[in-house]
Structures are given as structure tokens and as C-alpha cells.
């Protein structure tokens, strides 16, 4: 099994800044990829990036593209994303999620953390 725990978001105006981590604990060596998902009230929980665990490769949705970066500190066991230029229709609850390795689908989740974006 694969625990993960988010920190980071919480309120900010449109143009800000935030970083949400993503810490993973457990059977972390199964782990092919990690992800950030958001799901806005009364929407469908939808993809936001990827990065691979092991090389580092990564895909962003074209809605953060060039605003978002994600990364990972291998020292720290930490997954980052970092959230500039925010508009308010990126509030949300986000969600970090691995897929071990072998499996197509996302299997493991965090608890969420909120992000709200003011205009």
C-alpha cells in the first residue's frame, strides 16, 4: 500500500501563487507515476499533471500549461506542484494520486486539499 498526504493549498487572489506537496509513505518503491487531479464543486474530477516516478518525465493538461509546474525532491520523498498565475476557475480540491507500477489506473489517493482562487 501507498499513503499519501497534501499540504499546501488554501486562499489566494487571481494572479497568486501556491504550492501544494505531496508526500508518499508505504510501499513507495511500487510507484510508476504521481499525479495532481482537482475536482471543482458539482464537476467531474479531472486530470491537471504527471510526473513518472522513476525518470521523471511529465504531462500537463492544456488548462495549466505553462502556469504549473510539478517536481519532485528525491531527498525529501516529495512531489510538488507549483501553481502560478492562478485564475479563479482553478479553485478547487486537489488531489494527489500514484499508479504503481504494472497498473494502468490511478490507485492510490490523498485526503484533498483545498484551493481557492479569489477574483
Known amino acids: 500500500q501507498v499513503q499519501l498526504v497534501e499540504s499546501g493549498g488554501g486562499l489566494v487572489q487571481a494572479g497568486g501563487s501556491l504550492r501544494l506537496s505531496c508526500v508518499p509513505s508505504?510501499?513507495?518503491?511500487?510507484?510508476?507515476?504521481m499525479g495532481w487531479f482537482r475536482q471543482a464543486p458539482g464537476k467531474e474530477r479531472e486530470f491537471v499533471v504527471s510526473?513518472?516516478?522513476?525518470?521523471?518525465?511529465?504531462y500537463y493538461a492544456d488548462s495549466v500549461k505553462g502556469r504549473f509546474t510539478i517536481s519532485r525532491d528525491n531527498a525529501k520523498n516529495t512531489v510538488y506542484l507549483q501553481m502560478n498565475t492562478l485564475k479563479p476557475e482553478d479553485t478547487a480540491v486537489y488531489y494527489c494520486a500514484a499508479r504503481v507500477i504494472g497498473y494502468s489506473d490511478y490507485s492510490h489517493w490523498g485526503q484533498g486539499t483545498q484551493v481557492t482562487v479569489s477574483s
Open positions: 510526473i513518472s516516478w522513476s525518470g521523471g518525465s511529465t
Open positions: 508505504g510501499r513507495t518503491r511500487s510507484m510508476a507515476v
